[in-house]
């Protein structure tokens, strides 16, 4: 009786251990590459990532994925600049110092990929490389039964944009006919005018600007014939275009810009052939 | 005599605000205009003989054509002109010197020889000259 007794305990045991592990979970982490933002960027930068749930028992279950922000933020830092994300889909996945659950039903012996949707939103940001740890959960029911972490990365390069204004259109019907037009009107001693370079970028910038006619005005209809020599004043800084005139400047490295004015002027009239002139300026803007 | 052309170019064209077109580079043109002078003044003349020199402060920022009229009178003979070292002759009612150059204000002498001549007629001739300028 005592044997039969024993017997059954035993078995009972036996059932109740392999039970137990018919259903056994770890974390796989998939890929998370590198994405680039683009800091003038319009539309949100995609940041997807995927995490694999391997179940290395002998039967299907159900497991629940968390997602933990490192300090409870969806932030990614350069040391300096943080930089945020948000985490889209799959459902379940929101807001909040703790994203999830998402939940997936793992079969025996097999892997289910996670695919998790998150995006930086559009919107300017400092240069630099990106990074930020993200804890990953898994539980079975409400118990803890694997955890792991991955690193998010986001690369955002130096990037520059500008603009011309207070030129004019050459033409009102034909847009796009050609550069807009710097008017020093009528010539006389003294003759000047001023655009604005317009700048947006999120680091330091070099200005370059250059002349087509090397820093002299030339009649149109006859390019040969005696130029006219003008002197350029950028941001605090004078001289001929003979070069190219280069500045180093930093501007707000924000949305908003900077603006520097850009004036040509003539400094002294000698008897010049009646007519029309001209020049082509190109400004340039990198990042320096 | 003065005879002056101010040629006001319609280089400016309607203001209107420049579209700024987000790049890293972008070119303006820069635009002055010259506007054309040519003027002439008689400031003395004087007929000495068979020669009348006329006396002009001119300037002209362009190509142009300095014309001189004046009314025929046959029997003082075929006129030679000589303007800037070029020399005509006076056919009809006018002559014409073509200058490449452009002049800026100065004094010189336009001299009229004439083969035959006696004072009245000669003065008679010297009254009926202009001169003009006509840029090109």
């Given at each position: 009786m005592k044997l039969a007794w024993l017997a059954a305990t035993v078995a009972s045991l036996c059932i109740s251990t392999s039970a137990a592990a018919e259903c056994r979970l770890s974390i796989v982490r998939g890929d998370s590459p590198t994405v680039t933002h683009e800091p003038f960027g319009v539309t949100p930068t995609q940041m997807s990532f995927s995490v694999g749930v391997r179940n290395a028992g002998d039967e299907s279950c159900l497991a629940s994925l968390y997602l933990l922000p490192r300090e409870g933020q969806p932030l990614l830092s350069d040391g300096r600049h943080s930089l945020a994300y948000i985490v889209r889909s799959?459902?379940?996945?929101?807001?909040?110092?703790e994203l999830g659950p998402a939940t997936v039903t793992v079969p025996a012996g097999e892997l289910q990929t996670v695919l998790i949707d998150a995006e930086i939103p559009a919107g300017f940001a400092a240069p630099g490389d990106y990074v930020g740890e993200i804890g990953l959960r898994l539980n079975r029911d409400r118990d803890l039964v694997a955890q792991s972490t991955m690193t998010l990365r986001a690369s955002v390069p130096p990037r520059v944009q500008m603009s011309i204004s207070g030129a004019r259109s050459r033409d009102r019907a034909a847009v796009g006919a050609g550069p807009a037009l710097m008017d020093l009107g009528?010539?006389?001693?003294?003759?000047a005018a001023t655009v604005f370079v317009n700048v947006w970028t999120n680091s330091s910038v070099r200005v370059s600007i250059q002349s087509e006619n090397l820093g002299v005005l030339r009649?149109?209809?006859?390019?040969?014939l005696s130029p006219i020599p003008y002197v350029v004043h950028f941001a605090g800084e004078s001289g001929s275009l003979s070069g190219p005139m280069r500045a180093v400047r930093s501007p707000?490295?924000?949305?908003d810009g900077d603006s520097y004015p850009l004036s040509v002027v003539v400094p002294i009239v000698r008897a010049p052939f009646a007519g029309t002139y001209r020049d082509v300026l190109t400004v340039s803007v990198d990042n320096y | 005599m003065r005879f002056g052309h101010l040629t006001a170019c319609a280089l400016l064209l309607q203001p209107l605000a420049f579209a700024p077109a987000l790049a890293n580079s972008g070119s303006f043109t820069v635009g002055v205009h010259v506007p054309l002078q040519c003027d002439v003044d008689i400031t003395g003349a004087s007929a000495i003989e068979q020669r009348i020199v006329i006396n002009v402060r001119r300037s002209c920022n362009s190509h142009h054509a300095m014309i001189l009229s004046a009314v025929p009178e046959?029997?003082?003979?075929?006129i030679a002109i000589t303007d800037s070292g070029a020399v005509q002759t006076l056919a009809g009612y006018e002559t014409a010197f073509f200058h490449q150059a452009i002049f800026a204000p100065e004094n010189s002498q336009i001299v009229l020889d004439c083969p035959k001549a006696d004072p009245a007629t000669l003065e008679r001739f010297a009254r009926s000259i202009s001169l003009r300028m006509e840029a090109s």
């Open positions: 799959p459902a379940g996945l929101g807001g909040g110092g009528t010539l006389h001693d003294g003759s009649l149109v209809s006859n390019p040969g707000a490295e924000t949305s | 046959p029997e003082l003979g075929t």
